[in-house]
């Protein structure tokens, strides 16, 4: 059973092994909120991982350790099994569809791990570790649904309480709900009175639906950018925690996530995956009941591949109204071009680009449009510059 003294006890072990995070203020995330943040994205592998797969290990008996680790996993669990494995002298394989990306392969492996890439998905993966462990007598580690990982994630809350003892509210990323298990015992159990918030992603609510309808539920399918929480049943012991110590749990779509993800890295300079920033999306959009609020959210992790970085960063701009797409109706006559970029540049838009073709049959002969991308502020300078357009004639198509 999960009690204070084993969170206790994982503090101990882990004392020399993993990094006491940072809690860093962060004012300009929800301006009525007080926001601190808890950089477990730059933990050692990049995420909070390592902290549960480590104390897992070092629980393991002689046999155990002997005989060796299996685990499967794309990503942040991988690598933190990988590490915490070599650094107690035991074997490890981990078990990886064969379309991860080849970031995440290479990584675990420079943590001393021996991959196995399995045809299919996720599913697939997992069905392969476990036929290694019945097999060869390896030692499962799985990512959430266990007392002892539970309790090694269960020091983030210790250090929080300890950290930021006055906080009202701390907000955590849910996948399997491993996490939040071990935070919301440990703070719970120390200051019954602090609030635990949990987030999900939209594409991925299982934890949601399963503490909504009173059951665990497994989802048919999920779909997000925020990989790392994209599981599609949570655990029975996640469950059961969940369901008795955390206060709300709420969701959060891909365009919010992206935004979350924007902010940080501009406004605090610190990198995030999509499962790091859901905390800080439901801050900042206002998902949970936090004005006038001393708020925490945690960033479990930053290793976000650098190929798709390009891609959530766009989505974050239309998110925040940072960018703007415009198609605007002209009649084809000279200085037309000239008279909408004039608007454009006295408020203060820019244009990245331009797009200019006649119009298609059953538009008038001498119409064409006009297609813009532009850096804008925000939405409230987006408003302004349609609406000049509009006082000066121009139809704007699909406002």
Do not use: W
């Not at 990323?173 to 491993?178: A, R």
């Not at 059953?362 to 006082?391: D, F, P």
Request: net charge negative.
């Amino acid at each position: 059973m999960l009690t204070l003294d084993k969170i206790y006890h994982a503090k101990y072990i882990l004392k020399k092994v993993i990094r006491e995070t940072d809690i860093i203020h962060a004012p300009n995330i929800n301006p009525e909120s007080e926001i601190y943040l808890k950089t477990e994205n730059l933990q050692i592998t990049g995420s909070f991982k390592v902290r549960g797969a480590y104390y897992r290990m070092s629980q393991l008996t002689d046999e155990e350790k002997a005989k060796g680790v299996i685990a499967c996993s794309a990503g942040n669990h991988a690598q933190g099994v990988a590490l915490a494995a070599a650094k107690n002298g035991i074997r490890s394989i981990i078990c990886l569809p064969d379309g991860a990306p080849i970031s995440k392969v290479e990584a675990t492996k420079s943590h001393g791990a021996e991959v196995c890439l399995v045809k299919g998905v996720y599913d697939d993966a997992y069905a392969e570790a476990l036929r290694q462990r019945d097999e060869y007598g390896y030692t499962f580690i799985h990512p959430f649904d266990d007392e002892d990982v539970i309790a090694g994630q269960g020091t983030i809350g210790l250090e929080l309480v300890e950290q930021l003892p006055d906080m009202d509210a701390v907000i955590v990323p849910i996948g399997g709900g491993g996490l939040i298990s071990g935070v919301a015992f440990a703070i719970k159990s120390l200051n019954p009175n602090i609030r635990v918030y949990g987030v999900q992603a939209a594409g991925a609510p299982s934890m949601y639906n399963a503490v909504r309808d009173g059951k665990p539920e497994t989802l048919e399918s999920v779909s997000t950018i925020a990989d790392g929480i994209a599981v599609k049943a949570p655990g029975e012991n996640t469950f059961r925690y969940c369901s008795e110590y955390v206060d709300e749990i709420v969701t959060v779509n891909d365009d919010e996530i992206s935004a979350a993800i924007l902010a940080l890295m501009e406004k605090q300079k610190l990198v995030t995956e999509g499962a790091g920033a859901v905390s800080v999306a439901a801050a900042m959009f206002n998902k949970v009941p936090i004005k006038g609020k001393k708020t925490v959210c945690l960033l479990s992790g930053g290793n976000i591949d650098v190929t798709i970085l390009s891609r959530v960063i766009k989505r974050g701009l239309l998110m925040s109204g940072r960018s703007c797409s415009l198609n605007i109706e002209l009649i084809d006559k000279p200085g037309q071009l000239m008279d909408v970029s004039r608007i454009i540049a006295d408020l203060g838009g820019n244009v990245i680009s331009v797009h200019h073709e006649r119009a298609n049959e059953g538009s008038a002969v001498n119409g064409c449009y006009l297609r813009l991308m532009l850096e804008t502020r925000n939405y409230e300078h987006i408003t302004q510059i349609k609406n000049e357009l509009k006082k000066n004639g121009f139809k704007i198509v699909n406002d």
